[in-house]
């Protein structure tokens, strides 16, 4: 079907089945989100159950999950919480699908809600901690918030991953690298710029599910630097779940779509950092400061934003 014979048949169910009149701009609204962004979000489905090709799960559980990741991936947090997308995609699954479909329409949005970090967590009640982490294998990774100076305007690059967040590059350190080292290789292969570290802007960790490893689970740890680069065109490499690399003016950082750890963790303290190089390059000290102030408020306003709807923000 084209995507106006799906709103139509959407409008013929919803008269059959006594649908409320105020609930149709909502139901067009998810399927044209689900349909527009059917490629993207197939995509993410076959990350998180790379043993299901598509064609191989059930036409019930499929669609379901591109309404349910439309709505955790897409959807405003304050009209559906990422839970909420999650339970109710489950009840359809239970409802609609086999007896096996609530179990893997769960695993699959549950893979999806952890690497989105678990947004609304601490709503509600605590979640009880699965194992500690101290006696998890460790894994780490270094990346950097990348700056370059062109035509008297600073420019910062980063990377935008398939669930539709810009981030910071990063990647594994290898075996007989430092972490450093690890940050240069991996700015260099994902996005092709030559870096030099400035300074270590902090340390983030998270839990990763890895089948490989005893448990299944695994802490990653990222050093974060802020580096300088020529500004030289961005050319994106062939690390997985990345499909975009841009420079971006200053000022304009403050309306990305940032995770909310990378964020207030790496992405503020960065920029404050660079109000400090920017300070020393110059002779009067007091006016990069001035110029950098309402950049860094309009990131943490986005922050203060965040914090009070209980998620993020999209584009």
Do not use: C
Request: net charge negative.
């Amino acid at each position: 079907m084209t995507p106006n014979e799906a709103v139509g048949r959407l409008v013929d169910y919803s008269a059959e089945f006594g649908a409320r009149d105020s609930d149709m701009p909502f139901m067009k609204q998810l399927l044209g989100a689900a349909i527009a962004k059917q490629k993207e979000i197939d995509e993410v489905i076959v990350r998180a159950a790379p043993e299901w090709p598509l064609d191989r799960i059930a036409a019930i559980d499929r669609n379901i999950l591109r309404l349910g990741l439309t709505e955790l991936l897409f959807a405003d947090r304050e009209q559906v919480p990422a839970k909420v997308a999650i339970n109710e995609a489950i009840e359809l699954a239970k409802t609609f699908g086999s007896a096996s479909s609530g179990r893997f329409v769960n695993g699959v949005l549950g893979a999806v809600y952890i690497e989105l970090g678990e947004p609304g967590k601490n709503e509600g009640t605590a979640r009880k901690k699965a194992a500690a982490t101290s006696k998890m294998p460790v894994e780490e990774l270094a990346g950097a918030v990348v700056y370059a100076e062109h035509e008297g305007e600073y420019y910062l690059a980063f990377v935008h991953d398939i669930f539709g967040h810009w981030t910071i590059s990063k990647g594994k350190v290898e075996h007989g690298e430092d972490i450093a080292q690890g940050a240069i290789r991996e700015i260099k292969e994902e996005m092709n710029l030559d870096i030099e570290i400035v300074e270590e802007l902090g340390v983030n960790e998270y839990i990763a599910n890895d089948s490989k490893v005893h448990g299944g689970k695994k802490k990653k740890r990222v050093t974060y630097f802020l580096a300088k680069s020529p500004f030289t065109e961005v050319r994106l490499g062939t690390s997985g779940g990345l499909d975009d690399a841009q420079w971006f003016p200053l000022a304009s950082v403050g309306d990305l779509n940032f995770y909310d750890d990378s964020l207030s963790k790496i992405v503020i303290p960065a920029i404050k950092a660079l109000a400090k190089v920017r300070e020393k390059q110059t002779d009067d000290p007091e006016k990069p400061f001035e110029e950098q102030k309402p950049v860094e408020n309009r990131v943490e306003s986005h922050e203060a934003r965040m914090e009070r709807r209980g998620g993020r923000r999209h584009r």
